[in-house]
């Protein structure tokens, strides 16, 4: 089957475009959306951003490492490892390889070293994404910001976002959703480093194709918790509407993002954010969240 | 025809009697949806045809991490 911009070889069908692409077509549309989301955004500057890119060394973390060190950005990679038998350290190897053979430097920091636990330690396996999302993202501003970056970009894809946004829309948790977005986080704070996603337009299967189109690498290996993930049932059903109707996908994310200047109006703290009484990060309670975990298990 | 497929979590032969990658992941009982495909190292739609000795390479989109 041929392309349908040339007379190359397709090798993908993208049903939301009604169109078929070769290697060459395809990348250079991949490259293109994810230039288009930064700039929409205005996610990234050249000029004066350093970026702590985010990276798990699946396949999202590297293609954004990837194509954002091939646009020319100011970047290291950083990597909070959770410590996971059998799924952290097989995938630090792949990111070790790929930093080097890109010239990209990279960071690691380990929860055990800093804290004195792993996840694999915490006994409620139920609960454990929410565990491990508060003390990723807690360590991941924390380390970016002695970085001296001014941005954090993670490999969130499109996939990721209308899954985030669909769950909190069944769960009722509008304040939630209005945080979320092309660039997280409502309020402007110094301690607070802005995160941003310009894969965000990207779906999965579209970051694995551009990943073996260019060599990147990746591990595939599964966190062994992820099956625990409520977020499970929302993928399958978001696959299958968008099996049936092609471009789904993209108008859940573009409603979502005509609704979020005016979620964002409504739930606007009306206070400045409190520092945490422990380690003095921002915080709402008394006590932030990274705190409240990093004391319940270390 | 006789066709070695390679996954995460598999490797096999399968006794395949039909035409398409399409038709293999049918008789395989998974969706194309769920993976990039690769026939003989090179990236393939699901109409892509088969023969025998063919091996086809199953890249998983779901990494769940």
């Known amino acids: ?96 390889r790929f930093c080097r053979k890109y010239k990209i430097p990279w960071k690691t920091y380990s929860l055990k070293r800093d804290y004195g636990f792993t996840l694999d330690s915490i006994p409620d396996k139920k609960l454990m994404c929410s565990y491990c999302g508060v003390l990723r993202r807690g360590m991941l501003n924390r380390k970016a910001r002695q970085l001296k970056c001014t941005k954090v970009a993670t490999g969130h894809n499109l996939d990721d976002e209308t899954q985030v946004i669909l769950m909190n829309l069944f769960r009722g948790e509008l304040e939630r959703l209005a945080r979320t977005g092309p660039v997280t986080g409502m309020i402007e704070d110094e301690l607070f480093v802005p995160r941003v996603k310009p894969l965000r337009e990207c779906s999965e299967k579209e970051d694995v194709l551009y990943a073996l189109l260019h060599g990147i690498e990746y591990t595939d290996v599964e966190c062994p918790y ?73 | 025809m006789k066709i070695h497929v390679e996954s995460r979590d598999f490797k096999k032969n399968v006794l395949f009697k039909g035409s398409t990658v399409k038709q293999l992941m049918k008789e395989l009982g998974l969706s194309s949806e769920n993976f990039v495909i690769s026939k003989n190292g090179e990236i393939v739609l699901e109409d892509e045809l088969l023969a025998n000795g063919d091996n086809v390479k199953l890249f998983p989109v779901i990494s769940g991490g």
Request: hydrophobic content about 35%; some cysteine; aromatic content about 10%.
């Open chain 1, 1 to 96: 089957m041929k392309c349908s911009r040339c007379s190359g070889k397709a090798v993908v069908e993208l049903g939301y475009l009604d169109e078929r692409l070769c290697a060459t077509h395809f990348s250079a549309l991949f490259e293109k959306r994810v230039r288009k989301t930064i700039a929409k955004a205005r996610m990234l500057d050249r000029k004066k951003d350093k970026i702590g890119v985010g990276v798990s060394g699946g396949k999202d973390s590297l293609v954004l490492l990837y194509l954002l060190k091939k646009m020319h950005y100011d970047i290291v990679a950083i990597t909070i490892d959770e410590g996971i038998k059998g799924y952290r350290d097989h995938s630090l190897t792949y990111i070790k």
């Open chain 1, 226 to 298: 992820a099956r625990y993930a409520y977020r499970n049932i929302v993928r399958d059903m978001l696959n299958k509407m968008e099996e049936r109707y092609p471009g789904t996908k993209f108008a859940i994310l573009r409603n979502f993002d005509k609704m979020l200047p005016f979620l964002r109006k409504y739930y606007m703290p009306k206070e400045k954010p409190k520092r945490c009484k422990k380690c003095g990060e921002i915080t709402r309670g008394p006590i932030c969240k990274f705190c409240e975990t990093i004391e319940e298990f270390s």
